[in-house]
């Protein structure tokens, strides 16, 4: 259904308006009189209503040849089912949740794009062409990093192998992994290239060994010449995965083959992974990204602008740049809305335009900060049970990431301080402001455990 109103809809208005407002849509439930489709975010949700509503009704009562309500669902809220019943007040009776008692038959979510790259020789390398050495910025926080990966680039096993990418999440570990692929598929078509998520991975071994298919997965990787592994801290835990991971390692290894793993966190600080991978992860080159300064960030927000060849103004640059505090990937999110948002409304991308999505954007980012989801992030991060977060235990693996959540949950939620202490078991709110302070005397320092808060607020911000 939803697929032939897309049809239909794609020759009723501007391409580039379709890709803009329809491609990211996706259904996902529907019943005998409500259509549920899945939207990238609140404020694509705002716009597709104002300016699409109208058409996407009319469409699909021509093809059901019957009225169908469609309600909203924001990506990656699934099992809140947010369908906001009550909209904006222009459109009544739209938006509501599935009513009716017709069964709601789940609709399959497409399958992530595969990245195709063009060249045949490497059609199984996996890299995305877009991220390549001249769009990443260089800055103080970066320059180590981008300097090993281009060497390595320039010249694979040759001097740094393993290279260990290290940094916080949205701060371009991913970016240079391709990078370094594309480089080296460029100047050396022959050389074999994969870049894989340690996550698919595991997904991968998982159905290898479901399908006694080991001995090929195997020999999916033994020929290679380079290996690109993205978030490697996703095998913490995962015995055999671990196994297989270091077979591989050690099959390319000997044969001097680049290997380059990215991770959030430093070898050493990687809990649930076996020693023997560690020290092999340790015996090459570790290259840290930090969070960008200003002038990065502002320079990022340019370059990324002119790749939509789009201006900004420095006001605009400072504006976004001060407002979102460490994660790119973010940056890059706000700028991406400010430029679809002019488009879409015909105006400039003046400081008028950048404070209304900014502010809806925060609107979007605030629900990862509810108090359940705070202890959630903190307790997996910590590798604890949200239980003991809620427990009297007083061991200092379990009291500082209690600290750190009561912390957080003080900073970025409204809840008050003796809801808080509710949350965490009953206790009481001078428990909230003692944590409350000792951890922001942590926060100002330059301490390790501050960098675990930042890299918490992070994920709770991604
Ligand atoms: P990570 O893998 O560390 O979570 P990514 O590599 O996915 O982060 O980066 C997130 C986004 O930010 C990507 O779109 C990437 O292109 C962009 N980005 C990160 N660092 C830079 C940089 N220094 N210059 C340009 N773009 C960057
Ligand atoms: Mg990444």
Redesign the pocket.
Known sequence: LWKNCLDLIEQKILPENFNTWFTPVYPCAKNENTLTLVVPNRFFERCLRENYLELIHETLEHIADKKLEVCFQVNGNASKAETHSNGNGAHPGNGSTAKGNGHVEPVAEPAAPRVEVGDPANRESFLNP??AFN?????P??QFA?AACQAVAQNPAHNYNPLF?Y????????????AIGNQITAHNPNLRVRYISAERFTVDLIESIKRDKMAQFRERYRPLDVLLV??IQFIAGKERTQEEFFYTFNSLYEYHKQIVV?S?RYPKDMKNIEERLRSRFESGLIAD?MP?DLE?KM??LY??ADLHEKNISQDVAMFLANNIKS???E??GVLLRVIAYASFTRRNIDMTLAKEVLKDFTVDKNKNFSIANIQKTVAQYFHIKVSDLKSKKRSRDISIPRQIAMYICREYTQASLPEIGKHFGGKDHTTVIFSHRKISGIVKENSELNGSIQQVLNILE?
């Open positions: 877009k991220y769009s990443f910025v260089i800055g926080n970066n981008h990418l940094g916080a999440v949205g701060l371009g570990k991913t970016h240079l992994l391709h993205d978030d990215s959030d990204i960008p990065t320079a990022i370059k990324k994660n790119i990937r940056l890059e991604s």
